[in-house]
């Protein structure tokens, strides 16, 4: 690692496993000093765990606050933590339709509001890093739910971006498409046969493979980085090709 992110207090949410396990790992390997949140315990090595439910307010602020005591300042946040649920909109409850968009919107609001406000104190701002989803921009089947959901994400973040630029704060979005995590093991247990479901999905990536938590890791630590100085109200797709490409495939 190249400690790019060396001397930056940094956060990243749903730390305990997944995409947020992988991008706090990291953010430690490259020289950050990371609060992993989390409901569940976070056993990361040079992490410290701050237990948080991101659809509290007050928890949320907490969080902020224990982030700061240790140098005064938030440089990066990675608002990551997120469900699914595997259902169209005809059999989604409301009761499961309110947990989505309180984790996953309501959630990434608390978070960005409370790092603004914070980056918007210091002399030269920070960067807020939201966790989208190819599912903002392009529908996943069944999935009705959490493609709102994360479509809100990518408009939140291009708000920030622009309301609060001239505070020094960027915000920048990684739309993540298939992804090796537990979220991807559930939604290919809906299948049938969920192995072939799994090597289906795997042949149409034009890389030849599915992504992994570390891959999400590297362009989030490029946008926390000062490298991404001028990069701020864009949503990084990160799907190894599999929406560039045509639906339609000849033959």
Partial sequence: MSDRLAGLTTIVTGASSGIGEGVAARFVAEGA???AAARSEVAIDGATWVPTDVTDPAAVEVLIATAVSRSGRLDAIVNNAGVQVE?????TTD???DLVMAVNVRGVFNCCRAAVRQMAAQTDGGSIINIGSVAGNIA???MAVYNASKGAVHALTRAIATDNGRQGIRCNAISPGWILTALADAAFDLA???ATARAEATAKHPVGRMGTPDDVAGLAVYLASPDAAFVSGSCFTI???LTAQSPISPG
């Fill in 33 to 35: 000093t990371v609060f």
């Fill in 87 to 91: 259902k169209p909109i005809e059999d």
């Fill in 95 to 97: 009761a499961e339709f």
């Fill in 192 to 194: 049938d046969d969920p």
């Fill in 239 to 241: 799907d190894g090709g």
């Fill in 140 to 142: 996943d089947h069944n």
